[in-house]
């Protein structure tokens, strides 16, 4: 079993950063990669990036890339999403997941067997 906790959402201005954290228990967090995801109010839950287990592979969604980085510090068990230059259509419950074992990595939330519970951010304008 992993359990996930995020942290460090909140309210931010447009053109502000922010920088979740993700920290992971129950298992080594090298044993499996790791994705955020985000869902606004009213629509579907969607990708938003992913780190391989060793952290030398990431993924980006399109309306991130240049924005956001996803990296990993596997001797904290952490996990991180530092964004940048944040946007009003950011604003969203964003959570982190782990894919176990997640040898390639998914764009896909079905792949992800584990969830935290979210931490919303507010990008206001």
């Known amino acids: 079993q992993v359990q996930l906790v995020e942290s460090g959402g909140g309210l931010v201005q447009v053109g502000g950063s922010l920088n979740l954290s993700c920290a992971a228990s129950?298992?080594?967090?090298?044993?499996?990669?790791m994705g955020w995801f985000r869902q606004a109010p009213g629509k579907e839950r969607e990708f938003v990036a992913a780190?391989?287990?060793?952290?030398?592979?990431?993924v980006t969604a399109d309306s991130v890339e240049g924005r956001f980085t996803i990296s990993r510090d596997n001797t904290k068990n952490t996990v991180y999403l530092q964004m940048n230059s944040l946007k009003p259509e950011d604003t969203a419950v964003y959570y982190c997941?782990?894919?176990?074992?997640?040898?390639?990595?998914?764009?896909?939330?079905?792949?992800?067997?584990?969830w935290g519970q979210g931490t919303q951010v507010t990008v206001s304008s």
């Open positions: 780190i391989s287990r060793s952290g030398g592979m990431a």
């Open positions: 997941a782990a894919d176990d074992p997640g040898w390639t990595l998914s764009r896909n939330r079905v792949a992800y067997e584990y």
């Open positions: 129950g298992r080594a967090s090298s044993s499996y990669s």
